[in-house]
């Protein structure tokens, strides 16, 4: 098949109703916990790229500079920003494609005809991108994730939160018009991160992310490792936010708030916090990141 200028494929495999998974890096991705999950895939999917999209279309190299790779005076090799289309498996077996690299700053509509021409020639069943944001949520509770969707129906079938808001779109946005325009279900994932902690990873959002994916692609991912880290941090904030009595306080009014949206279908949460009572992000970031490099040492 050929495709106008703009992206070189390097291979078309026969694969079998692939989902295709996106994250690119550029929009809002609170603790990295899409791109961690995303990483976390691709280190297990036994990837290879299978085509790339022309950066010098796509990409502002003043925003996004190439990295020189300098050895003793040297310049020895320029590494440049890149948007790639890799191909993979779940540990079921299922095909899998994954767009990763840098959000377009530029042409984006074109770029998203292009993705989703190579990939409904490669026979995608799906995309799903995948996304984090910062919230008032406690840390002692699951990650609450919530879907974006061109489609009504497919809004309806997840069980995920439907959010209303006018708010600045990504390139993932995008591509799930070209998607949906083309009769392929396409949904976007954002899990919701604790506020305050929004600046460090974060990986059990990572987790509620593939297990997100997992649920609405039926596909399967261990997350053991993750899980595993979780667990790790969760022990660190409970030790620090308990030496601190204000946080505490601050720890226990979001519970209540978090439980209370469970049991009432369609509260809000942010209508049940008293914000001038909580800490800010910036000041329990920078709190947990000291708290984590004195750990380290």
């Known amino acids: 098949m050929a495709y106008p200028q703009g992206v070189r494929v390097l291979e078309q495999p026969d694969l079998d109703s692939p ?25 297990t999917a036994g990837s290879r790229t299978i085509a790339t999209f022309e950066p010098d279309l796509f990409i502002d190299y003043r925003a996004r500079r ?35 690299g840098f959000e ?5 509509q074109f770029f998203a005809k292009l993705v989703a021409d190579v990939c409904t020639d490669l026979g995608v069943r799906m995309m799903v991108g995948l996304g984090a944001y910062p919230f008032a949520a406690p840390h002692t509770r699951p ?35 070209a998607f949906h325009t083309r009769g392929t279900p396409a949904i976007g994932l954002w899990v919701q991160v604790p506020h305050y902690i929004s600046t460090t990873t974060y990986p059990a959002a990572s987790a509620a992310l593939l297990e997100g994916v997992a649920e609405t692609a039926s596909l399967s991912f261990d997350i053991s490792a993750l899980v595993k880290q979780a667990s790790v941090q969760r022990d660190r904030l409970d ?16 519970e ?3 439980d209370a949206t469970e049991e009432a279908t369609g509260a809000s949460r942010a209508d049940l916090l008293d ?16 708290f984590l490099r004195d750990q380290d040492g």
Do not use: F
């Not at 990295?67 to 590494?79: A, H, I, W």
């Not at 030790?239 to 979001?254: F, G, I, K, S, T």
């Not at 001038?276 to 990141?289: K, N, R, T, Y």
């Open 19 to 43: 989902v295709l998974l996106v994250m690119l890096s550029g929009w809002i991705d609170a603790a990295g916990a899409a791109a961690a999950a995303m990483q976390s895939v691709e280190l």
């Open 66 to 100: 190439p990295v020189m790779q300098l050895r003793e005076g040297v310049s020895s090799k320029l590494v440049w920003p890149s948007i790639e289309l890799k191909v993979g498996h779940d540990d079921a077996g299922n095909d899998l494609l994954l767009l990763t």
């Open 104 to 108: 377009p700053d530029a042409n984006w």
């Open 143 to 177: 990650c609450r994730l919530s879907c974006t969707t061109p489609s009504g129906e497919l809004a309806s079938s997840v069980r995920y939160l439907r959010n209303s808001a006018d708010v600045p779109a990504g390139i993932e946005s995008v591509l799930e018009h």
């Open 239 to 254: 030790e620090l936010v308990d030496a601190n009595p204000e946080h505490v306080a601050m720890l226990r009014q979001l």
């Open 256 to 258: 209540t708030a978090w």
């Open 275 to 290: 914000p001038d009572q909580l800490p800010s992000g910036d000041e329990l970031a920078a709190e947990v990141e000291q």
